[in-house]
């Protein structure tokens, strides 16, 4: 059975690659397959709507400190994945920032629902493998859209699988490995990922509903937004954000 589930990760791997390599010369603007694209979008607006959106809103009615305490805590764990990625990146700078803040938040913030590190100034970007790809010269490739996830690029499909094979989290989690006598289970992952999705989306309740109700094509404005929300993070740039700068992360 492992060997199965080896030689399935493996293809999926190699599916993944070839896309990005056949999709370098496409500019990130021109679609691999929009209709499809178009089809999905739709159905996740549909979840969004049935599913998302009431919770965020239910959510939002929750106590502040309840509220802060769970976004620092997701916050925190997002942290873990950074520090491989400033590595690979070459940014020590981000990395001391990455690694002081999980540590301080981890022990003096009460594993990370208190966020005392950002009162003495350490604010450590995320940074995930399609961004470190991003910075090595990658080509973004063709755009898409995937259920339940959302947009993103050849590149950065690739980075969300290999994010789970350098993420720290997911090693304790969806792996069930132990690293410094800490392990978890893959609840525990999906769990941290649900709750990080509800608190998004419930800060940007009304920026979401603003661009509803503004955009001519909802489709193609939020596919300019994730574009530049991308380029803006691997350039660590504030410069020149659209509709997506006014979004909170």
């Not at 999980?102 to 995930?128: C, M, R, S, W, Y």
Request: glycine share 8%.
């Amino acid at each position: 059975m492992k060997k199965i589930i080896n030689y399935k990760n493996i293809s999926i791997i190699f599916v993944f690659i070839s896309l990005l390599i056949l999709s370098q010369r496409a500019n990130s603007t021109e679609e691999c397959f929009e209709n499809t694209s178009r089809a999905i979008f739709k159905f996740n607006m549909a979840l969004d709507d049935a599913v998302l959106e009431p919770v965020a809103k239910g959510y939002n009615k929750l106590p502040s400190p309840i509220r802060k305490g769970a976004s620092n805590f997701t916050s925190n764990i997002g942290t873990l994945l950074s520090i491989p990625n400033n590595i690979f990146q070459g940014n020590f700078k981000q990395l001391g920032q990455s690694v002081g803040s999980f540590a301080i938040n981890t022990t003096v913030g009460i594993l990370g629902f208190l966020n005392p590190a950002e009162k003495i100034g350490l604010n450590p970007h995320k940074e995930d493998v399609g961004q470190t790809l991003g910075v090595y010269g990658v080509g973004t490739g063709c755009y898409f859209v995937l259920p339940i996830l959302g947009p993103t690029t050849a590149r950065d499909s690739l980075g969300i699988l290999a994010d789970t094979f350098l993420d720290p989290f997911a090693h304790i989690t969806l792996r069930e490995k132990e690293i410094f006598s800490t392990s978890g289970n893959a609840l525990d992952y999906y769990s941290v990922k649900t709750t990080g999705a509800i608190d998004f989306r419930a800060k940007n309740d009304n920026n979401f509903q603003s661009l509803e109700q503004n955009s001519l094509d909802l489709y193609s404005s939020m596919k300019s937004i994730y574009l530049q929300n991308r380029e803006n993070k691997i350039t660590n740039s504030s410069e020149n954000e659209d509709e997506w700068g006014s979004l909170e992360n």
